[in-house]
């Protein structure tokens, strides 16, 4: 079955970094569009970046521009969000996303806190 597996979060202080990492199985990695987004207490989950299947793109939400990156390994299944320059307002549950044409699969989560 389809799995997609978060790992990386934790707790960081305000200007600190983390690397998030999602290994995928049960699809055939290569040929979906990878994802992160994340979800605050209290807001609707939004997008953070995304990739193309073979990596030729990516996409970043403004407020992480510059900050953040997100990549792949397709040999490895994995995607990968580095995030640097944390801030307080990046607090959220991070979700894996994959995707290609009606075909969504999402990950359970992981949680990112910046606070000092």
């Known amino acids: 079955q389809v799995q997609l597996v978060e790992s990386g979060g934790g707790l960081v202080q305000p200007g600190g970094s983390l690397r998030l990492s999602c290994v995928a199985s049960?699809?055939?990695?290569?040929?979906?569009?990878m994802g992160w987004y994340r979800q605050a207490p209290g807001k609707e989950r939004e997008l953070v970046a995304t990739?193309?299947?073979?990596?030729?793109?990516?996409n970043y939400a403004d407020s992480v521009k510059g900050r953040f990156t997100i990549s792949r390994d397709n040999a490895k299944n994995t995607v990968h969000l580095q995030m640097n320059s944390l801030k307080p307002e990046d607090t959220a549950v991070y979700y894996c996303?994959?995707?290609?044409?009606?075909?969504?699969?999402w990950g359970q989560g992981t949680q990112v806190t910046v606070s000092s």
């Open positions: 049960g699809f055939t990695f290569s040929w979906y569009g």
């Open positions: 990739i193309t299947p073979a990596a030729g793109s990516t």
């Open positions: 996303n994959a995707r290609r044409s009606t075909s969504s699969y």
